[in-house]
Structures are given as structure tokens and as C-alpha cells.
């Protein structure tokens, strides 16, 4: 993709189970239009938040409907789901399942009414998310990249769980994962997460105009 091929580029934080603040601000202050815009999500749409079925709803709905101008990526909290989801043996899906319940899962077994019902959507919606988006110039992960790694070269723990901003490509980096009190630029890395969930901030960044959208809890 090059820069003529869309007006805006949009990365969105992670959203954990906030579901108003989603909406507020895909229709509301990014007004989004599959016309002229793409989204990047960069994942962790899971946990800690009240309304996580509603959010992979919403978006599962959007990629559905728009499918060249919605990117899923797969977040750390979707890692920890499917984990605990897919385990096999009495011992590991014990320690699967207190991981995942001890970061957040809880809250999403109970938006889904059960751990069955989370299981039936949840595992086929985590196993379609991508671990990356790359254009000409721009690389939209989860976490990070590391020093001298590509999106490529690094592995899918790296992506999803990387806090170093060792990153040093040529290409923008946009993350998400380790919350800022506002959205941040690092040398070549941007991030846009500013923890949805303890702040009642979710943001997004566009990186073609440099323009940054947010919205806050009443």
C-alpha cells in the first residue's frame, strides 16, 4: 500500500472490553469511512473491561463489512485467551486459565455468559487476527519489535510482548500495549495506547496526517 492509496491510516490502542469508548470514537470522532480510510487495530480487545463480547462484535462486524479497510492484529490478552482455551492436559490448562483469569479473562468469560460460549467465538475470531501490518513505509504491531528484527524476523512472543523500544528499522513503528498517560512518539516508534480501561482514554493515530483522535469516559 502506498500513501495515495488511502486519506487517512489509523492505528487504535487497545480497547479491553470497552465498548462505548470504541464506538465514541470509530463513529463519533474518527467517523469513519470505509471510502477513504483504513483502521489498524492493534489488538487486545479482551479483558479487564465489562463488554468484550460487544467489542469483538463490533469489530468482527467491521472487518465482515470492509475487509480490505480493516486490520485485526492480534494482541498479548488474545494470546492469553486462546491459550487457556485450546489447552490440553489437566496441569496446563490450570495454569493457562489462572494466567489468562488472573490478567483480565474473567471479565470476558462473563460478557460471553461462559467459558463455553467465549470458546465457540473466541477461538476462531483469535486464530483470523494477523500478527502484523506492513505498507511502504509503516509497521503496526502489538507490542514491539526489537533492536536489529524485522516484523518478519522477530518472533510472535516478541510481537505480542515486547516493552524494550529498542526498535531500530527504517519504517514508523505504531504499537500499542504499554499504556501512556497521551499518545507518545519514540524516536521511530508511536504509541498509541493510553489504557482504556484504567483511564476512560481510548486513542487512535493517524499517521498520514499526524493527526491524533481520542475519546474519554464521561
Same mark, same amino acid.
Given at each position: ?25 470509530? =463513529?463519533?470522532? /474518527? ?19 465489562? @463488554? $468484550? ?13 470492509? +475487509?480490505?479497510?480493516? /486490520?485485526?492484529?492480534?494482541? @498479548? ?14 496441569? *496446563? ?42 505498507? =511502504? ?13 524485522? +516484523?518478519?524476523?522477530?518472533? $510472535?512472543?516478541?510481537?505480542?510482548? *515486547? ?10 513503528? /505504531? ?33 498520514? @496526517? ?7 469516559? +464521561?
Amino acid at each position: 500500500m502506498n500513501r495515495e492509496a488511502v486519506r487517512r491510516l489509523i492505528g487504535i490502542g487497545d480497547i479491553h472490553g470497552c465498548y462505548e469508548l470504541l464506538l465514541d470514537l470509530v =463513529e463519533r470522532n /474518527i467517523v469513519f469511512d470505509p471510502e477513504e480510510d483504513r483502521l489498524v487495530f492493534l489488538g487486545d480487545y479482551l479483558d479487564r473491561g465489562a @463488554n $468484550s463480547k460487544e467489542v469483538v462484535e463490533y469489530v468482527s462486524g467491521l472487518k465482515k463489512h470492509y +475487509p480490505g479497510q480493516i /486490520i485485526l492484529l492480534k494482541g @498479548n490478552h488474545e494470546d492469553l485467551a486462546l491459550k487457556a482455551l485450546q489447552c490440553t492436559g489437566d496441569k *496446563d490448562c490450570k495454569n493457562a486459565k489462572l494466567h489468562w483469569f488472573l490478567n483480565g479473562g474473567q471479565a470476558t468469560v462473563k460478557s460471553f455468559r461462559g467459558l463455553d460460549k467465549a470458546s465457540q467465538t473466541l477461538i476462531p475470531f483469535i486464530c483470523s487476527l494477523e500478527l502484523y501490518h506492513e505498507t =511502504e513505509e509503516y509497521i503496526f504491531v502489538h507490542a514491539g519489535i526489537p533492536y536489529g528484527k524485522g +516484523p518478519d524476523t522477530s518472533s $510472535s512472543d516478541e510481537i505480542l510482548w *515486547d516493552r524494550s523500544n529498542s526498535y531500530n528499522g527504517r519504517k514508523t513503528l /505504531i504499537v500499542g500495549h504499554s499504556p501512556k498517560s497521551e499518545i507518545e512518539r519514540l524516536r521511530n516508534i508511536i504509541c498509541v495506547d493510553t489504557g482504556a480501561f484504567m483511564t476512560g482514554k481510548l486513542s487512535a493515530y493517524d499517521v498520514l @496526517n499526524e493527526k491524533a483522535y481520542q475519546t474519554t469516559a +464521561p
